[in-house]
C-alpha cells in the first residue's frame, strides 16, 4: 500500500501563502507606479528601479506585454540590464501559470536561466486606464526569500517506496546467497544492539548482501562510519566508541531495539526470494526502514514494525 507524502505538500503550500501574502501588496504598488508610464520606456525603467526597492527579496523586476514579450530592461540590485528588452517570455514556466481570474500568481519552483538555481516568479496583471494592458514579473531567489520558523518534520507512517522496475521485472529468477553476515548474525546483531544501548550510534544502517554496516552516532553526527565484516564481527569494535547515555528524546524505547534486529533477521531469512537486502533504524524518526530484493522499500514506524497483526504485515 501506498500513500502520497501530503504532509510536505502542506508544509511547502504553508510557506507559499506566506510569501504570496507579503508580496501582494508591494506589487500591486508597483503595477500602479509602471501603469503611469507604460507607453514611456526610460521612465518604465525608472518606476521599475524605485519599485524594486520596495518588493522584499525581489532580485529582478520587469514589464511585459500580454505575449510575454519584455517591454522594458531588468531592474536588478546592480541596476538596470538593458540586454533583457524585448526578450521573450512566454515559453518560461511562471507565464505558463498566469490564471485569467486572478491578478497575480506566484509560480511554482523552477531552475532559472541567469543562475541556474532554483527560483520563483510572481506574475501581476497591469491595467492602463482599466484595461488589461501587460504584466510585471518579478523573479526571486529561493536562496533569498525568508522561510518560516517551523521546520518540516517527515511525518510518522508507513511509507512504501517502488524501486527498479528492471529489478522488479527479475525477481522471481534470483535467490538469496549466504553471506558473510549471514553466516555471523549471532555475533553482529548483539555488537550493533550494544552500540545503539549503550554506545550513541543513533541511526545503524545494516547492509545483509554486502556484509557492511553504516553507522552514525550521536557525538559525531556529521560524519558516518563504515564497519565491514571484520569489525562487525569483532565485539572489540565498542572500545572504539566512548559509552554514551541513551538519549532521553530517542522516539525508539531502548527496549525495542533487540526485537527490531531480531525482526531484520527473520525478513532476511523468511525467503529465499523475497528477503531483506537492508534495514535501518534512526531512534529521533523512530523510524525503521526496508529494502527488499524486489528493490522495494519501506519506512514505518517502529511499534507498527513491531506488531505482527499490522497493516504492514499485512501487506508482507
Known amino acids: 500500500m501506498t500513500r502520497k507524502n501530503t504532509a ?13 501574502n507579503m508580496l501582494l501588496d508591494p506589487m500591486h504598488r508597483a503595477a500602479r507606479r509602471c501603469a503611469r508610464v507604460w507607453e514611456e520606456k526610460p521612465q518604465l525603467d525608472l518606476a521599475l528601479a524605485k519599485s524594486l526597492r520596495q518588493v522584499p527579496y525581489c532580485s529582478y523586476l520587469y514589464a511585459m506585454d500580454l505575449n510575454g514579450i519584455q517591454v522594458s530592461a531588468n531592474a536588478s540590485q546592480d541596476g538596470l540590464i538593458e540586454s533583457d528588452f524585448r526578450r ?71 511509507r512504501q517506496i517502488k ?67 571484520d569489525e562487525l564481527t569483532d565485539p572489540d569494535i565498542c572500545l572504539a566508541y566512548p559509552h554514551h547515555p541513551y538519549p532521553g528524546e530517542a522516539q525508539i524505547p531502548q527496549q525495542s531495539i533487540r526485537p527490531i534486529l531480531q525482526t531484520f533477521r527473520h525478513l532476511r531469512f523468511a525467503d529465499d526470494t523475497i528477503y531483506l537486502r537492508a534495514g535501518s533504524i534512526n531512534l529521533f524518526n523512530g523510524m525503521v526502514g526496508l529494502n527488499f530484493s ?18 504492514f504485515w499485512n501487506g508482507i
Not at 543562475?115 to 491595467?127: D, E, I, M
Not at 522496475?165 to 549466504?178: K, L, T
Not at 556484509?211 to 560524519?223: E, G, I, K, N, Q
Open 163 to 229: 524501486g527498479d522496475p528492471a529489478i522488479r521485472a527479475q525477481v522471481f529468477e534470483q535467490s538469496r546467497i549466504q553471506s558473510s553476515l549471514d553466516d555471523q548474525l549471532d555475533l553482529v546483531l548483539p555488537v550493533l544492539e550494544e552500540l545503539v544501548t549503550e554506545h550513541g550510534a543513533f541511526q545503524v544502517e545494516i547492509h545483509f548482501s554486502s556484509s557492511r554496516a553504516t553507522l552514525w552516532f550521536m557525538r559525531d553526527p556529521y560524519r558516518y562510519q563504515l564497519a565491514d565484516i
Open 294 to 311: 524486489c528493490d522495494g522499500s519501506h519506512y514505518i514506524p517502529h511499534e507498527q514494525f513491531l506488531a505482527r497483526d499490522s497493516e
Open 88 to 158: 521573450n517570455r512566454s515559453r518560461r514556466p511562471y507565464m505558463q501559470e498566469t490564471d485569467p481570474d486572478k491578478e497575480m500568481i506566484l509560480s511554482g519552483a523552477y531552475i532559472s536561466l541567469r543562475a541556474n538555481r532554483p527560483s520563483l516568479t510572481a506574475v501581476q496583471k497591469v491595467h492602463v486606464q482599466g484595461v488589461h494592458t501587460g504584466y510585471l514579473g518579478a523573479d526571486f531567489d529561493l536562496r533569498d526569500l525568508p522561510i518560516t520558523k517551523e521546520l518540516y518534520t517527515e511525518p510518522g507512517r508507513w
Open 8 to 20: 510536505l505538500k502542506e508544509h511547502i503550500l504553508r510557506q507559499r501563502d506566506m510569501l504570496y
